[in-house]
């Protein structure tokens, strides 16, 4: 099975934009902002109204983006989403097979885990990275008590990760990062201020990048 995941594109940005119940013609609308700012990989996840059509049409639309599906729970989601077209696969928890399979298939993915155990056991099944969801309940701290015994992991904290908290997760040995509405800030989606959006957009990858490189 070929997949269109771009390896040198996740490079250049490791950041999972994750875009729940956003309509189309919103991403289409954004989507310069986004790409302006150096972003490459977007999530819209499976629970969104119109998931698969989103994959389809931004797949086949936007090939210098990985557009990958989030909330992927079982096999049925994950054959949905590779259907659909997504380059990578994002869960919210744990399930082997769904691992499993995406590593026979080779497609990326990042399966969404909290404790040590469901981290290792994400990572030893073949997980590219995992999700450590939902960070914010723990802190950049967990992440480097967590990589302070399994330093190889490629750990990837999603949930309530903004502005201010990036330095502190790459610092902590975080490889990447998930974000949704402190990326794609609602305020801004509603009232359709793009211009204000991008300039959001801009301040978190000149964050990322700075982060990255210290």
């Not at 099975?1 to 954004?30: C, H, Q, S, T, Y």
């Not at 009232?191 to 990255?212: C, I």
Request: hydrophobic share 40%; aromatic share 10%.
């Amino acid at each position: 099975m070929k997949n269109k995941f771009k390896a040198d594109k996740w490079d250049e940005m490791p950041v999972i934009g994750i875009l729940r119940n956003v309509p189309l013609a919103d991403i289409e609308a954004i989507l310069p902002y986004y790409m302006k700012a150096g972003f490459t990989n977007l999530e819209v996840t499976m629970n969104s109204l119109g998931a698969e059509e989103i994959i389809r049409h931004l797949s086949e639309n936007y090939p210098s983006l990985n557009i990958g599906a989030g909330t992927v729970c079982d096999k049925n989601d994950l054959k949905r989403a590779v259907k659909a077209g997504a380059s990578f696969i994002v869960t919210p928890v744990v399930d082997e097979k769904v691992i499993k399979k995406c590593v026979k298939w080779g497609i990326p993915i990042f399966p969404g885990a909290f404790s040590p155990l469901e981290i290792y056991s994400a990572n030893k099944w073949g997980a590219t990275g995992v999700k450590v969801f939902p960070a914010n309940l723990l802190g950049p701290s967990y992440i480097k008590d967590v990589l302070a015994p399994f330093q190889q992991l490629k750990l990837f904290p999603t949930g309530g990760v903004n502005l201010e908290n990036i330095p502190a997760y790459f610092k902590a040995g975080a490889k990447g990062l998930g974000m949704g509405g402190t990326l794609f800030l609602s305020s801004l989606l509603e009232t359709k201020d793009y211009e204000n959006l991008g300039l959001h957009f801009e301040k978190v990858a000149q964050t990322v990048r700075a982060s990255r490189t210290k």
